[in-house]
């Protein structure tokens, strides 16, 4: 059974610029949440989908934004990037709500 | 309101020797726990969970947690550790409607000595 697949593994933009990251969850999964991850603000939430809807959002500025197409897998989109969006994005896949997250390799993103 | 404390920022201990990672959580509602693994460069690896079934969870790699309702606690422990162990681990709790977000500690960082 295939994990949970992000494309593209690095990826290095320039400020003001936007970017797609994509995530593929497992097999069967309905639920895609994705994090942020820096060294100064550790893990952070940024929103969850479930069958193609949004259901949770984390605190995160207008410029972050997602969707879930039909077949489970999801895209993340940042506009206008800012040095600060520099970070690991993860996704996690999941069956629902309580039940375990499956974590990607993650997406590392360089803004300069 | 959900929330999450790792009161540790960095655990040492000596290969062989047995593993304390402490959490504190705070929930309105029963909540699920998890604990993961991040090895350097790697992606999260589910330790194991908490459902509210039994209290004492049996996870991977010889790890352990015990859910205490009334500390509001859920520690990792290993009776002995291994040099493969060291990594960073992060708590996490969640409630239980679907609506609840995913809160995660600040993460442990574990370091084994020789």
């Known amino acids: 059974k295939a994990g949970v697949t992000q494309t593209p593994r690095y990826l290095i933009k320039t400020r003001g610029q936007q970017v797609t990251l994509s995530c593929s969850p497992i097999?069967?999964?309905?639920?895609v949440s994705w994090y942020q991850q820096t060294p100064g603000q550790g893990l952070q939430f940024l929103f969850e989908?479930?069958?193609?809807?949004?259901?949770n959002k984390g605190n995160f500025p207008g410029r972050f934004s997602g969707r879930q197409f039909s077949n489970s897998r999801s895209e993340m989109n940042v506009s206008t990037l800012e040095l600060g969006d520099s970070a690991l994005y993860l996704c996690?896949?999941?069956?629902?709500?309580?039940?375990?997250?499956?974590f990607g390799q993650g997406t590392r993103l360089t803004v300069v | 309101a959900q929330s999450v404390t790792q009161l540790d920022s960095h655990v040492s201990v000596s290969e062989g020797t047995p593993v304390l990672l402490r959490c504190n959580y705070s929930?309105?509602?029963?909540?699920?726990l998890f604990w993961y693994v991040q090895h350097p460069n790697k992606g999260l690896q589910l330790l194991l969970k908490?459902?509210?079934?039994?209290?004492l969870v049996k996870g991977i790699n010889g790890f352990e947690a015990e859910f205490k309702k009334s500390e509001t606690s859920f520690h990792l422990t290993k009776p002995s550790a291994h040099m493969s162990d060291a990594a960073e681990y992060f708590c996490?709790?969640?409630?239980?409607?679907?609506?609840?977000?995913?809160?995660f500690g600040s993460g442990t960082r574990l370091s084994i000595r020789p």
């Open positions: 097999s069967g999964h309905r639920s």
């Open positions: 929930s309105s509602y029963s909540p699920s």
């Open positions: 908490y459902t509210s079934a039994a209290t």
């Open positions: 989908y479930f069958s193609e809807t949004q259901r």
């Open positions: 996490v709790v969640r409630g239980y409607s679907s609506a609840s977000k995913i809160i």
């Open positions: 996690a896949s999941s069956q629902d709500s309580n039940t375990e997250a499956f």
